[in-house]
């Protein structure tokens, strides 16, 4: 054979071969992507038999305290920090003034404001006499009592903008934090510091639909916190929210008192007792019946007897949480069996084998 034959002979031989192997390869790919046939096996899962229930209304929700009154105090000014006559944990009062920006210029232009005014008060004065025993004209004295009011005016501007320049609480309480330091610049609307009065505190919270309905204004409450094991604080409800969110879960509002012997902090976790009586007849079922959660509630629903068992996704509507169960408002009826463990393996019409009934 001739030589110049022989390579591209050996070419098309290793061409052909790595073919056959990329072809075989590819089969065992996509004989690997098909999806296994588990029609015929059944999945062994635990269940609960639904029952209608008489549960009381009474439930808790956690939450965390915050003050009724919490202010950043700022001056309507700007300038330089003179005075600022508190330190963190320094306890003020309503209206008490805790410092000052620098008014040394604003209190001369004070000085010389309130003197021209004392002048044009006594030309107004003078003037007007003029007028009344007419040796003066009328004109001349407008002229004189309309600068004396523009000075007058003119002093209120001065003394408002060295009202402005002070620090003043709005609220009492304890001082929190400081934001800047004697002798920086301040610029106008800056929080110089912050003020929090933890004698009043309340929690926002957030209940169902179904309990929005029960509870109401000045309602009594009771608030637990790990803080303090075994004590039981007292609170009211002072708000409860007219507008639902998108989970139809209601906002409310609750004072709770701090009590001088076990005082309570901002910031702090508890866990507010609602007592709104008997709740009525309800199925519940346990939380990890749920195959993805709260978010998106639905279960499975085993179908069919002991010869073919089979798994039935059903969507449903939840109401109140009860512990470690929530409530079923819509989609199960009493005596249904419903899985609570081993639906993670579950879709819709999959074989199902009980292992384990309560």
């Keep these: 054979m001739n030589r110049k034959m022989i390579l591209p002979l050996v070419l098309l031989v290793l061409a052909l071969g790595i073919g056959f192997k990329l072809a075989a390869n590819k089969k065992k790919l996509d004989a690997a992507k098909q999806p296994v046939d588990r029609s015929a096996f059944a999945f062994p899962v635990n269940t609960i038999t639904t029952v209608r229930d008489t549960l009381t209304g009474d439930f808790s929700v956690p939450g965390v305290l915050e003050p009724v009154d919490h202010a950043k105090v700022m001056v309507q000014a700007q300038g330089k920090l003179a005075s600022l006559n508190v330190v963190l944990g320094s306890r003020v009062t309503r209206g008490q003034v805790l410092g000052s920006l620098d008014v040394a210029q604003k209190q001369l232009e004070l000085q010389a404001a309130e003197l021209q005014l004392e002048k044009l008060g006594k ?101 637990t916190c790990e803080v303090f094991p075994g004590e039981t604080f007292q609170g009211t409800v002072t708000f409860v929210s007219p507008r639902g969110d998108a989970s139809h879960n209601y906002e409310v509002e609750v004072a709770v008192r701090n009590e001088k012997a076990h005082p309570l902090k901002s910031g702090t976790f508890i866990n507010v007792y609602f007592r709104t009586g008997v709740a009525g007849d309800m199925i519940a ?74």
């Design 123 to 223: 030309d107004d004065q003078r003037y007007r006499e003029l007028v009344a025993g007419k040796a003066a004209p009328e004109s001349s004295f407008d002229d004189i009592h309309f600068n004396f009011e523009s000075q007058k005016v003119r002093v209120e501007q001065i003394e408002q903008q060295l009202r402005d320049a002070q620090v003043v609480s709005p609220v009492g309480g304890i001082v929190v934090a400081k934001n800047v330091e004697i002798g920086e610049f301040v610029g106008a609307n800056t929080a110089v510091v912050e003020v929090v009065d933890v004698g009043r505190l309340k929690a926002m919270v957030r209940v169902s639909e179904r309990d929005a309905y029960r509870i109401k204004v000045d309602d009594a409450v009771s608030v």
């Design 285 to 358: 079922i346990p939380k990890n019946a749920l195959a993805e959660g709260m978010k998106n509630p639905y279960v499975y629903v085993v179908k069919g007897d002991t010869t073919g068992m089979r798994a039935e996704r059903r969507p449903i509507t939840l109401g109140r949480e009860i512990g470690d169960r929530v409530e079923v408002a819509q989609g199960l009826l009493p005596g249904e069996t419903v899985v609570v463990s081993g639906q993670l393996n579950l879709v819709e019409g999959s074989k199902v084998r009980v292992t384990n009934s309560k």
